[in-house]
């Protein structure tokens, strides 16, 4: 088919081509189309030169080709001759059917011009027809238009007539809704013609309008309305231009008012605890506080809730007011907490705020009250038991310092046993309450508490720790033994405060260490094991959580440093006094001595009023008679024995040479066991005073190793010292160490003497009885002063 | 009677309180000391610490003429040192020289090269020029303080000045100040009190009552270390005087004397008289402390400044002296005239 259509092809577009050559004006274009492969050989080009293609075909080609071609040629000049016949013979045709045809156009024009003048003049006639129709109606549309209009007028002029009393009927029936709606269609007009025409109507409605805002106002404000009758009545006045923003501001400001109605006072929370407790005992009394203050912050949530729903755009004030509301009740309760406040009247007064929030808290959920009241819930639970520890700790130092004004005057009447053992009540007590308080806290099932339960474990952990530290650090600033921070700057304020410090209470503060160390800390580390456990894990976090055995050592440390320091300050006194006696005299140039020194009184009445503090406040301790340890016991035996035989070799060979004698005592003291001066102290009454005692004879053997004694001072001095022996061991535990302590103050004195001749054992005796005489006879008169 | 202890000993024939480190002495580690007897004839003993530092050599025994209250070695000449002597009823203050030749009679006479007796009351010690060549001398009695010069080959010494600190206060002791010349720090009765020698006047004074024994930081300024009877040992900065920077507990009994070490900074020497020398380190942070931070605190954060505690000796310990040549070395003397040298090397890695 191809084959066949391609010959077919060839054709038609040759005689295309031929006949558009034919008519078109331009050869060059109707050949464009063949003459792409136009070359010498294509005769259909325009520039096809019949010679040249001549000669070409002559010189390529043989004979027979050139005869095939000639064939060929004849065939297609054959083809084109009837091809441009049969062309010419259908052009003719065509043109005799045209002319022809204009032939019969030009007879049929005629006559046609006058059909068309008498068409024209008919069509005139109609339009001129109507016309005078449309002039001859023209008025009575016009009035027919206008008794319309006036019509519409008379029907709105009849409606705002009778608007008011459309509008009383919808008061009436409280169709503010219809009402609203009515009135807004006329307005308008009233507000055109108000001033002229409708005066009355105007007036008339704008009462009854008035009348209804005011009616959807007092609905607005009622508590009792229903809130969607609320909101629409919003809504209406909002329609009625009435400035709902100012409503708005007015509801909230009451709303607002109200909140301070709604706080817990400081002076009255407690008042709401005391009521609230008394509720329990008397079911009748029905207008508690704490009703009252439920009632009041359940008006102020529903409050809330309708204010919510009437102006949505007014959340946020919502929200800072609860929020305020919130932080109000806890900034009270710090207030509140800020005075002494035992744990079940806070929580009483916690459980009334959380049921506040807890309350609003439903109405705006958004407002993340919950999380806000759950931090300052944290913050105010941490302050209370803060607070609590302070408080206690307050009330320790205040039982301490509460005697000691009156202590100077009376410490005869065992004031320091007083303060000791109110100390020690306090700090007991002090530390049962706090516990209870705290299982209170503990125990408490409000939904916070359960949350912070943990925190509020490690809380008290801590504050435990702090509390123990801090009160070490004040008993150690009680005692003088350091300045508290506050006047470290200025140490002439340290000194003079550690000068005025009794030393009984340094005792007493001492004592109340152990006794920390051994009970409370014991049983506050019990306590905290058996229901304040569990905690750990988040204190250890913070900070160290309490490590009783660390706050053990502390105090057995500052029990260790008070007593020292007690004794020290003692000792100091004495040293003073001692001090005073061996600078003052010229001992080169000593009299004969006929009376013991004073100053042996004065130290013997030192080491009483040290006896006396010290029965108060210290327990007694297993009396043993030699302080050392059991592995050199019998060394100890030996060592007072030989004391003894030593003294009385020192009474006996009194009338021989002193050198010899010194000899002996220097003998003797070879061989006698190094005598243990310096032991450590123990919280006993007798180790107490027998420490003091030691020191002090020191104290008196280096002051006298300072001077130089003629024969008359050394005798004084063993005058002296003989006289102490028999009271010094009476009060003293350690016989051997303080009759070592008296000969070795002698040998001092006999090394530091010019001329040692010691007195005569008779003169020694006399004179001793004599002081003793003297001196009872002084207590004598005492006694029946007293009597 | 001796225990386990490290020290070399040395025995005095008679009772002594004083010992001295020759600090001019650049060839040995030597120390003087003198007796303290009232009916014997007392000496000064010339002690020098074998090379091995396993023995203690008397190098010199010379006799003195009274008992011996304050012996000081001259700073820069190691043959002349001073001392204060009683009588029993008076006391003087004297320069000696050590005659040339040692070991050759057993008891030469000590060459007096000067005699400070212009003064009055109760001498109670001879301070030197802390450091070189220099002539100037302080002394102090109960209640004056001399400066004098010395002239070694006048054989004399003039008063150069002299200011009275007030019957009251009865001083008792001093230290020269190695980082001002010019400050002096005397104890009193009731306070620590400082001179300027230029102006012979009282300027300053720390309110610390019975303080037995004074001594200046030579490797800090500004730092001094004082010992009290009853309340132990205090480190003060002379800055802001007022409080203690440090509190160190110091002994069961008075704490008599303190020393600080030469070279190393915050070691110091304690002498009781419990019978015990304490080896302290006072941290060298103790100055550099934030002021908000009571004392307690510190102390309290600081481990036990208590380093050794020597306690062997017999009796109360009242002479205590650092080797300035060896500087781990240092000497003590107890009561019966027993001289202890010991080694602190062990403590040294501690600090």
């Given amino acids: 088919m191809a084959t066949e259509a391609a010959p077919m092809d060839e054709k038609a577009k040759r005689m295309r081509d031929l006949l558009s050559s034919f008519y078109a004006p331009d050869p060059s274009i109707s050949t464009s189309g063949s003459s792409i492969s136009a070359s010498f050989d294509n005769i259909n080009s325009t520039s096809f030169d019949a010679d040249q293609y001549m000669d070409l075909m002559i010189k390529k080609s043989n004979l027979e080709v050139l005869l095939q071609r000639h064939v060929q040629m004849a065939a297609e000049i054959k083809n084109l001759d009837t091809d441009l016949q049969m062309l010419v013979y259908e052009n003719y045709n065509k043109f005799i059917s045209a002319t022809d045809t204009i032939k019969r156009m030009k007879s049929n024009i005629f006559g046609m011009e006058g059909n068309m003048d008498q068409l024209l003049q008919k069509i005139m006639s109609v339009q001129s027809r109507s016309d005078g129709v449309n002039t001859s109606l023209f008025e009575k549309r016009e009035h027919i238009e206008k008794l319309h209009r006036t019509r519409n007028l008379l029907r709105k002029v009849q409606f705002i007539y009778d608007l008011p009393a459309r509008l009383q009927k919808c008061i009436k029936s409280e169709t503010y809704g219809d009402a609203v709606r009515f009135y ?24 009854a309008i008035e009348i209804i805002i005011k009616n959807l106002q007092t609905k607005l404000f009622s508590d009792s309305e229903s809130i969607q009758a609320r909101a629409e009545a919003a809504v209406l006045l909002k329609q009625l231009d009435v400035p709902v923003d100012s409503l708005k501001d007015k509801l909230l400001e009451k709303l607002e008012q109200s909140l301070d109605g709604l706080q817990i006072k400081p002076e009255e929370a407690s008042l709401l605890a005391e009521h609230n407790d008394s509720s329990n005992d008397a079911e009748s009394n029905e207008q508690l506080p704490a009703k009252i203050h439920e009632d009041a912050v359940r008006g102020f949530s529903e409050a809330m809730r309708a204010y919510r729903e009437i102006f949505p755009d007014s959340e946020e004030r919502l929200f800072k007011l609860a929020r305020a509301l919130t932080a109000m009740h806890f900034e009270n309760m710090e207030l509140y907490i800020r005075k002494r406040v035992s744990a079940a009247d806070f929580l009483r007064i916690f459980r009334i705020i959380w049921e506040d929030v807890v309350l609003m808290d439903e109405v705006l959920p958004e407002a993340e009250l919950s999380d806000l009241s759950a931090e ?129 209470l340094i005792l007493v503060l001492a004592q109340l260490s152990v006794f920390v160390e051994q009970k409370v800390i014991p049983r506050v580390s019990e306590e905290i094991a058996a229901s304040f456990s569990g ?189 102490l022996k028999a009271p010094l061991k009476e009060t003293v535990e350690d016989e051997a160490a303080i009759d070592f302590l008296l000969d070795e103050v002698i040998v001092a004195a006999s090394e530091r003497c010019l001329d040692v001749i010691p007195l005569e054992p008779p003169i020694l005796d006399k004179l001793i009885q004599a002081k003793l005489a003297k001196s009872k006879e002084h207590n004598n008169n005492n006694n029946t002063v007293s009597s | ?325 060896e500087p781990w070395v240092f000497a003590s003397l107890s009561y019966d005239g027993r001289v202890v040298i010991e080694s602190v090397k062990p403590f040294l890695p501690r600090i």
Wanted: proline share 3%; hydrophobic share 35%; with cysteine.
């Fill in chain 1, 184 to 207: 807004i269609g006329a307005m308008p007009i009233l507000k055109v013609y108000g001033d002229t025409s409708f005066q009355d109507c105007r007036r008339a409605s704008e009462e």
């Fill in chain 1, 376 to 504: 300052a819930a944290q913050v105010t639970v941490k302050k209370f038991v803060a607070r609590t520890f302070s408080h206690l700790q307050q009330d320790i130092s205040d039982t301490i310092l509460k005697f000691d004004i009156n202590q100077r005057e009376a410490v005869e009447e065992e004031v320091l046993k007083v303060v000791l053992e109110a100390s020690k009540k306090a700090g007991i007590q002090g530390t049962t309450d706090i516990f209870q308080d705290f299982r209170q806290l503990l125990d408490e099932n409000i939904g916070i508490f359960v949350k912070m339960k943990d925190l509020i474990i490690g809380w008290i952990q801590n504050g435990f720790q702090d509390f123990f530290r801090s009160l070490e650090a004040q008993f150690l600033v009680l005692s003088g033994k350091t300045s508290s921070s506050k006047d470290i700057e200025g140490g002439l304020v340290e000194g003079k405060s550690s000068d005025k410090i009794h030393a009984g």
């Fill in chain 1, 535 to 723: 905690g750990n894990s988040q204190a250890f976090e913070n900070g160290p959580a309490f490590i009783p055995g660390e706050l053990c050592r502390v105090f057995h440390a500052a029990s260790e440093k008070l007593l020292q320091h007690y004794i020290d300050t003692r000792t100091q006194k004495i040293s003073v006094l001692l001090r005073k006696r061996f600078k003052t005299p010229n001992w080169v140039k000593h009299k004969e001595p006929r009376e013991v020194h004073m100053y042996v009184d004065m130290f013997l009445h030192e080491l009483e009023e040290v006896g006396k503090e010290v029965k108060q406040v210290l327990p007694q301790g297993t009396f043993r008679k030699h302080k050392r340890t059991d592995s050199n016991g019998s060394n100890t035996t030996t060592s007072s024995r030989s004391n003894t035989l030593h003294n009385d070799k020192m009474t006996r060979s009194n009338s021989q040479r002193a050198r010899s004698q010194l000899f002996e005592t220097h003998l003797a003291k070879l061989f006698k066991q190094k005598v243990e001066i310096f032991t450590k102290v123990e919280f006993t009454q007798e180790s107490v005073v027998t420490t003091t005692v030691k020191l002090c004879l020191k104290s008196l053997q280096e002051y006298v190793r300072l001077q130089t004694f003629n024969r008359s001072g050394f005798q004084q001095i063993q005058l002296d010292i003989q006289f």
């Fill in chain 2, 1 to 325: 009677m001796q225990g386990g202890s490290s020290g070399i000993g040395y025995g005095l024939k008679y009772q002594a309180r004083c010992i001295s480190d020759v600090k001019a002495d650049t060839d040995y580690t030597s120390f003087l000391t003198g007796t303290l007897s009232l009916k014997e004839e007392n000496e000064v003993h010339l002690l020098r610490l074998s090379s091995g530092g396993s023995e203690l050599i008397c190098e010199g025994l010379f006799s003195h003429p009274n008992e011996i209250w304050d012996l000081a070695s001259c700073p820069f000449d190691q043959r002349i040192f001073s001392t204060v002597f009683s009588t029993g009823e008076s006391f003087g203050a004297a320069i000696w020289q050590i005659p040339e030749l040692y070991g050759q009679l057993n008891s030469p006479q000590l060459e007096r090269v000067a005699s400070l007796d212009a003064l009055v009351g109760k001498i109670n010690c001879v301070l030197w020029w802390p450091s070189g060549r220099c002539d100037k001398l302080i002394s102090m009695d109960e209640q004056n303080i001399f400066l004098w010069n010395l002239d070694c080959s006048k054989k004399s010494a003039e008063v150069i000045s002299k200011d009275s600190a007030g019957m009251l206060h009865s001083l008792s002791g001093g230290a020269w100040n190695p980082h001002d010349v010019n400050a002096v720090a005397a104890t009193g009765e009731s306070s620590v009190q400082f001179w300027d020698l230029r102006t012979m006047k009282k300027v300053n004074s720390i309110e610390h009552a019975h303080v037995r024994g004074v001594d200046y930081n030579p490797k800090r300024e500004h730092i001094l270390i004082t010992a009290e009877d009853e309340s132990g040992i205090h480190v003060w900065d002379l800055r802001k005087a007022k409080v203690p920077v440090q509190e160190l507990p110091g002994h069961t009994h008075w704490t008599w004397a303190v020393k600080c070490n030469p070279e190393y900074d915050g070691l110091i020497l304690s002498a009781g008289t419990d019978s015990a020398v304490n080896l302290w380190y006072a941290s060298a942070s103790s100055s550099d402390e934030k002021p908000s931070q009571s004392p307690v605190e510190s102390i309290r954060q600081r481990v036990n400044p208590l380093l050794n505690s020597y306690t062997d000796y017999e009796d109360s310990v009242y002479g205590l002296a650092w080797s300035s040549r």
